[in-house]
């Protein structure tokens, strides 16, 4: 184990997006720093590989649109902020409709080069089991939601809070040239543009209404991963699952027509093959790799079997040769109740030498956990700096993120603290425009969309007022 003698340096614990984050900052600061990351002598069981940053459940940030998706608002506020994970993102994206996805390695692949060729960066493979030393005065725990039991169990120790636990559904991914083109076609939902201008994004398999019904009876009835610790063998009836990672099943158990108003929704969908009729159900495939070679199922999480995972996805039209280059799967996430454990600048109040990032935190999705890495960062280069410490306005998305983990959004004594994506319920509202710019009354969805933007927009201006105020220096 690494142990420095430079009081300036600042030990981070893993490197996933929150730690490559925090270390980035860091060290464009001027802060030296270690990373820590087990994977290369120890892995997990949802990594693949050794590279920083890796992407487990997904290859899409979500929606890129910052004026009226809060996903894409906290993009642009990374941006802003010199975020090193956007930086790889958007050198890497693929087509997505909408939405930001990317080559995972080649992304990976930027983000490792980067902060390996700093000179104020040194990654140590290496497990931290338990606490860290005494003599590391400054640590940011970013090992995520599957940190090492034994550091898990210190900072238990620590606390004296239940770890919260919930469990998180990996997608199959599918070779591009097993899917049968005959059937399926490719198309972006209503033919909207994603950040690289592409509007047929999407491989979509359409499902007749018997087709659908057949699919959600051998869906139901597959053999499934159980975790005896907390079902008893009905679906839903115990599992803490993540609600916006839902696996297909468990959803398809809430009722037989939940995914076709979910993530097998046919709607702003044209089936252009001759003859074709309008689908009952369609199932998208997004590409997952810049070469165009792969796509993973969107919204297709599950905890099926492998082998009832081949049998029930060939029964799925346009897939009944596919080949998967990985089958889905389901991992146990933990993390930490932060309001009760953390203060307003991530730092654990029973011993306030560790700061955490991350998902372990109570955020979730990959931005999320990159933003509280950015956060955490920042926050420790102004200690070493011997600079104040200023959180972000609560009116940013960044502000938002840090006032939900850190308490500001729960009241009550029934409040319950469960982890969460960004969204524009964490910003103080604002009063939605009654007309629009040409003086034509808003109305409903019209009037919610302008809300939206305004908030979005007062957002960026408060977000680069706190940039130019704070004297930690930006990374270029």
């Known amino acids: 184990m690494v142990k420095s003698e430079m009081k300036s340096v600042v030990h981070i614990i893993g490197g996933g997006l929150a730690g490559s984050e925090a270390a980035w900052a860091l060290a464009q600061a001027g802060v030296p720093v270690i990373v820590h990351e087990m994977r290369g002598v120890k892995g997990t069981e949802a990594h693949k590989t050794d590279q920083l940053a890796e992407l487990v459940c997904s290859n899409s940030f979500r929606s890129d649109d910052w004026q009226y998706n809060a996903v894409g608002l906290l993009h642009a506020e990374l941006r802003e902020a010199g975020s090193l994970i956007m930086a790889a993102a958007d050198a890497h994206q693929v087509p997505a409709g909408g939405a930001l996805a990317v080559d995972r390695e080649a992304f990976a692949d930027m983000v490792t080069a980067h902060l390996m060729a700093h000179p104020l960066v040194t990654v140590v493979r290496e497990e931290i089991s338990g606490l860290p030393p ?83 009876t051998a869906l139901l009835a597959a053999e499934k991963t159980e975790f005896k610790d907390w079902e008893t063998g009905e679906i839903d009836t115990k599992t803490p699952y993540f609600e916006a990672c839902l696996p297909i099943e468990v959803m398809a ?75 889905g799967g389901i991992h146990r996430n933990t993390f930490l109740n932060s309001p009760q454990v953390l203060d307003a600048e991530l730092r654990l109040k029973a011993m306030p030498r560790l700061r955490f990032a991350g998902q372990i935190t109570g955020v979730e999705g990959y931005v999320e956990s990159a933003a509280m890495g950015l956060l955490a960062g920042r926050f420790a280069a102004a200690e070493r700096l011997g600079q ?54 808003l109305k409903g969805p019209e009037r919610t969309r302008a809300k939206k933007k305004l908030m979005s927009e007062r957002a960026l201006t408060d977000i680069k007022a706190w940039l130019s105020q704070s004297r930690v220096p930006l990374p270029v």
């Not at 309008?278 to 599950?302: C, E, H, I, K, S």
């Open 134 to 216: 005494a003599d590391w005065d400054s640590v940011i725990v970013a090992a995520g939601p599957l940190a090492s039991p034994a550091l898990s169990e210190a900072v238990h120790g620590l606390t004296g809070q239940d770890s919260l636990a919930f469990f998180d559904a990996i997608a199959p991914i599918v070779h591009a040239d097993s899917i049968n083109m005959d059937v399926a076609w490719k198309q972006s939902r209503y033919d909207k543009p994603g950040p690289g201008g592409d509007t047929a994004a999407y491989i979509n398999c359409p499902l007749s209404e018997d087709q659908y019904h057949a699919f959600i």
């Open 253 to 327: 158990a809430r009722g037989p027509e939940t995914l076709r108003f979910g993530p097998m929704k046919p709607v702003g969908l044209t089936n252009p093959h001759p003859g074709a009729h309008q689908p009952y159900a369609v199932v998208q495939l997004r590409q997952d790799n810049a070469l165009g070679t792969l796509y993973n199922m969107v919204g297709f999480q599950t905890k099926m079997k492998y082998g009832a995972q081949t049998d029930v996805f060939r029964m799925i039209p346009g897939l009944e040769d596919a080949a998967f280059a990985r089958l």
């Open 388 to 441: 104040p410490i200023m959180p972000p306005p609560p009116t940013t998305a960044l502000g938002g993120l840090i006032g939900h983990i850190t308490g500001g959004f729960l009241t009550g004594p029934k409040a319950k603290f469960q982890p969460m994506n960004i969204n524009y319920g964490l910003l103080p509202p604002m009063d939605a425009p009654k007309r629009d710019a040409e003086g034509n009354k």
